[in-house]
């Protein structure tokens, strides 16, 4: 287990303070339950603990919302939801089990991904019980993203053939409702109503709060947290929640810069921030979101995903999972991140092939892009070459026509046909122009081109409704790998530490419990922990930062 004293620690957590008893530390602050972190894992467990009569403290590094409110919005519901039916989609508990029970592969067991699907139209209306607005517009064609004309899609692998045969596919992905325009603004429509209902409800809120370390009990039980407070009021808060905000915007842009701003953030936290002790009575829930802008945990956790860009706020630097690992708690599937290379919009793409540096074929190419990101990575090196031919290059143009594409989607897409495409009269000279080996790249387009003309099966099992021959040039490549500069391949991380699947309280390497801690959301092992769908993670957080709230917030036996 990585402790404060391992070399591999790479966080600002502190060992655990001990304390002989709650009198014997001067408190700044007390409340019932502590949350630390105000994305929407943090949001739902505060909610639902005040729900259940505790008095709610959240303390927030930055300003709150994580990186649910820069998110795309969508709550993956299923079994019947009211969105659903209104849309004539017939599903059920049973279906979304069987579908969902192929994508987490036992990281969590059964009976709890069982009562995450049946509760799932309960939660969903618990969503909209707090404001989150959604509505049954069903999205006709299979997209990654859809435009804000549709609310409901199909944001997984359920319309592939190989996991439709068996669980009857249904959409489940539902979009906040944000519309604005061609605006992608479902995130805050998402957040912002479950941040209000917190604050109606009289969860107190801390922002520009760094948590440190842990104060336990000389039994290990959590008493509560030592933090660091930017002062309220002063040109430091000011400047602080300036440089976080632009890290956060420039990052997936201009990532030297919001590092820069990241680092700058960080010394004002050192140099400017107050000690503040904040007792929890009943217990303290983290929240704090994944690891993913933490580089040195990247590297030591899962080195093969280095060159993607990370998909998250300065938050999600691992400080959560550290807190719990620093009092005895274990982490798990710290190597699992999410990897998102979707070719789709524009659906041309996905008619093309998709190659490894030598020019092979290693998957069907409509797969969700989260799968294809885990092929691209795990078993190819990150190496993604995007091969299609001029009547798809045609095909793709049309389709990414303003009004047809998010804006975020119309640029990508763009810039890759514009300015990353490698031009081939034939699939020799494509091959050659790419550093393939053109007996290999000829190989495989003829084995695409009879299957698409249904000659053979595909060997990858790619429906030949989905397929288009690449018998005629001139040819392009795109290069699409994990580290690729004209289209940026967004990760997320989905370790954390591992929890008591009935209450959320984090458990030791022996099965124990730490009395007093939970954790839900990217920092605890969750529903998506083996492999994300659209939608899959903001879900998680609602069923995990509730489970946790409820729990915390029963008073001591």
């Given at each position: 287990m990585t402790l404060p004293a391992d070399p591999t620690w790479y966080s600002d957590v502190e060992a655990p303070l001990e304390a002989n008893a709650p009198g014997s530390i001067q408190w700044d602050?007390?409340?019932?339950?502590?949350?630390?972190?105000?994305?929407?894992?943090?949001?739902?467990?505060?909610?639902?603990?005040?729900?259940?009569?505790?008095?709610?403290?959240v303390v927030d590094r930055f300003m709150g919302g994580g990186a649910t409110v820069e998110s795309g919005g969508v709550f993956y519901a299923g079994g019947g939801t009211s969105h659903q039916k209104a849309a004539g989609v017939e599903d059920t508990p049973e279906e979304m089990?069987?579908?969902?029970?192929?994508?987490?592969?036992?990281?969590?067991?059964?009976?709890?991904?069982?009562?995450?699907?049946?509760?799932?139209?309960?939660?969903?209306?618990?969503?909209?019980?707090?404001?989150?607005?959604?509505?049954?517009?069903?999205?006709?064609?299979k997209t990654s993203y859809p435009t804000n004309r549709y609310r409901l899609y199909y944001s997984g692998n359920e319309t592939v053939e190989?996991?439709?045969?068996?669980?009857?596919?249904?959409?489940?992905?539902?979009?906040?409702?944000?519309?604005?325009?061609?605006?992608?603004?479902?995130?805050?429509?998402?957040?912002?109503?479950?941040?209000?209902?917190?604050?109606?409800?009289?969860?107190?809120?801390?922002?520009?709060?760094?948590?440190?370390?842990?104060?336990?009990?000389?039994?290990?039980?959590?008493?509560?947290?030592?933090?660091?407070?930017?002062?309220?009021?002063?040109?430091?808060?000011?400047?602080?929640?300036?440089?976080?905000?632009?890290d956060t915007k420039l990052y997936r842009f201009v990532p030297r810069l919001g590092r820069r701003l990241r680092s700058m953030a960080e010394g004002l936290e050192r140099k400017r921030a107050k000690p503040c002790m904040i007792r929890a009575r009943r217990g303290v829930v983290l929240a704090a979101g994944g690891f993913v802008l933490n580089r040195n945990m990247m590297n030591h956790y899962a080195p093969k995903y280095r060159g993607g860009l990370p998909l998250g706020t300065a938050g999600d630097d691992g400080s959560g999972i550290r807190l719990g690992e620093s009092v005895g708690g274990v982490a798990d599937r710290m190597g699992r991140v999410s990897a998102w290379r979707f070719i789709n919009p524009p659906p041309a793409w996905a008619k093309g092939i998709i190659v490894n540096g030598r020019g092979e074929r290693y998957c069907d190419e409509t797969v969700y892009g989260a799968l294809l990101g885990e092929?691209?990575?795990?078993?190819?090196?990150?190496?993604?070459?995007?091969?299609?031919?001029?009547?798809?290059?045609?095909?793709?143009?049309?389709?990414?026509?303003?009004?047809?594409?998010?804006p975020f989607q119309l640029m990508a897409a763009a810039s890759n046909m514009f300015f990353n495409a490698k031009k081939g009269k034939t699939v020799e000279d494509l091959a050659r122009a790419c550093g393939m080996d053109p007996q290999i790249l000829r190989a495989?387009?003829?084995?695409?081109?009879?299957?698409?003309?249904?000659?053979?099966?595909?060997?990858?099992?790619?429906?030949?409704?989905?397929?288009?021959?690449?018998?005629?040039?001139?040819?392009?490549?795109?290069?699409?790998?994990?580290?690729?500069?004209?289209?940026?391949?967004?990760?997320?991380?989905?370790?954390?530490?591992?929890?008591d699947e009935r209450t959320g309280l984090v458990k030791r390497s022996d099965g124990?419990?730490?009395?007093?801690?939970?954790?839900?959301?990217?920092?605890?092992?969750?529903?998506?922990?083996?492999?994300?769908?659209?939608?899959?993670s903001i879900a998680?957080?609602?069923?995990?930062?509730?489970?946790?709230?409820?729990?915390?917030?029963?008073?001591?036996?």
């Open positions: 602050e007390e409340a019932d339950v502590v949350v630390v972190g105000f994305g929407g894992a943090g949001a739902c467990a505060a909610i639902e603990a005040a729900d259940n009569g505790a008095e709610v403290l089990f069987k579908y969902l029970s192929m994508e987490t592969q036992g990281c969590v067991r059964d009976d709890t991904l069982k009562e995450f699907c049946d509760r799932s139209t309960e939660n969903l209306a618990w969503l909209e019980a707090q404001g989150v607005p959604f509505e049954g517009s069903l999205c006709p064609y190989a996991y439709r045969r068996h669980a009857r596919p249904a959409p489940r992905g539902h979009v906040a409702n944000g519309k604005k325009g061609m605006k992608a603004v479902a995130g805050p429509a998402f957040y912002g109503p479950l941040k209000a209902s917190a604050l109606r409800k009289g969860v107190s809120l801390r922002t520009q709060t760094k948590a440190v370390r842990m104060v336990v009990d000389p039994e290990g039980g959590i008493l509560g947290l030592e933090c660091r407070e930017v002062p309220r009021g002063t040109i430091w808060a000011l400047l602080h929640r300036v440089f976080a905000a632009g092929r691209m990575c795990e078993e190819q090196g990150g190496r993604a070459i995007l091969v299609i031919n001029r009547a798809l290059y045609r095909q793709a143009l049309k389709e990414i026509m303003p009004g047809k594409v998010m495989t387009v003829d084995t695409y081109n009879e299957a698409a003309l249904g000659k053979r099966e595909d060997p990858f099992g790619k429906p030949v409704t989905y397929m288009q021959t690449l018998e005629e040039g001139p040819y392009y490549a795109m290069d699409v790998s994990a580290d690729s500069q004209w289209f940026p391949c967004p990760m997320i991380t989905f370790g954390g530490l591992v929890v124990s419990a730490i009395r007093g801690l939970y954790a839900a959301g990217r920092t605890a092992v969750g529903i998506p922990s083996h492999f994300y769908v659209s939608g899959l998680d957080c609602v069923f995990a930062g509730r489970r946790a709230g409820r729990h915390a917030a029963a008073p001591p036996e």
